[in-house]
């Protein structure tokens, strides 16, 4: 599955990213599409998601700060992410489809390659 998440590197708290996942067309188009992250020793978990109208949804922690977004002419979804924190480092995963809030063991998604997002003084 390629599912290519680009945009991520270090930044300091406070400041502002904004990660790209091009999908190919076959998982974009008519699917929900949603990011989410993996911190070091923890479950990868929901950041945000996106239905194919446009209504989104947010996990507590990105509320306010994130926001998900949708390209449909390039199959292309975004997270802009502001104000970061120390506790946003993760590495950073878009999907399609993905039923989980926080991914069990086994979880199956349609995964790609992350984005290493570190967010540090």
């Known amino acids: 599955v390629q599912l290519q998440a680009s945009g991520g590197g270090l930044v300091q708290p406070g400041g502002s990213l904004r990660l790209s996942c091009a999908a190919p067309?076959?998982?974009?188009?008519?699917?929900?599409m949603g990011w989410y992250r993996q911190a070091p020793g923890k479950r990868r978990e929901l950041v945000a998601s996106i239905t194919t109208a446009g209504t989104t949804n947010y996990a507590q922690a990105g509320k306010g700060r994130f926001t998900i977004s949708r390209d449909n002419a390039k199959n292309i979804v975004y997270l802009q992410m502001n104000n970061l924190e120390p506790e946003d480092t993760a590495v950073y995963y878009c999907?399609?489809?993905?039923?989980?809030?926080?991914?069990?063991?086994?979880?199956?998604?349609?995964w790609g390659q992350g984005t290493l997002v570190t967010v540090s003084s």
């Open positions: 999907t399609a489809d993905c039923p989980y809030i926080i991914v069990p063991p086994g979880g199956s998604c349609p």
């Open positions: 067309e076959s998982i974009f188009r008519g699917n929900h």
